[in-house]
Nanobody, 114 residues
Framework: QVQLVESGGGLVQPGGSLRLSCAAS????????MTWYRQAPGKERELVAS????????TYADSVKGRFTISREDAKNTVYLQMNRLKPEDTAVYYC???????WGQGTQVTVSS
């Protein structure tokens, strides 16, 4: 059974950091492209970051480039999103996504506010 469980969201002040985790089961993350999306109220869900099956290639939305890093730990079958220098505009629900199966995690709320 495919399952994605996000964690690590919360409330943080501008300039702070959070690390989101996506624990996967039912498939091997190292064999697949994995992505992070986010969705703010009233806005479309947008692609934030992507990592290739090999792990050697990563891509980012322009709005987060230089601040966010996607990575994975194969031994734990887990994908991470390290978020630094957070801005209020980063406030959204963040979703781990498995594109090959069009499968989404439940989402984790990130709120950046003073």
């Amino acid at each position: 059974q495919v399952q994605l469980v996000e964690s690590g969201g919360g409330l943080v002040q501008p300039g702070g950091s959070l690390r989101l985790s996506c624990a996967a089961s039912g498939f091997i993350v190292s064999s697949n492209r994995m992505t992070w999306y986010r969705q703010a109220p009233g806005k479309e869900r947008e692609l934030v970051a992507s990592i290739s099956p090999s792990g050697s290639s990563t891509t980012y939305a322009d709005s987060v480039k230089g601040r966010f890093t996607i990575s994975r730990e194969d031994a734990k079958n887990t994908v991470y999103l390290q978020m630094n220098r957070l801005k209020p505009e980063d406030t959204a629900v963040y979703y781990c996504h498995f594109p090959s199966r069009m499968y989404w995690g439940q989402g984790t709320q990130v709120t950046v506010s003073s």
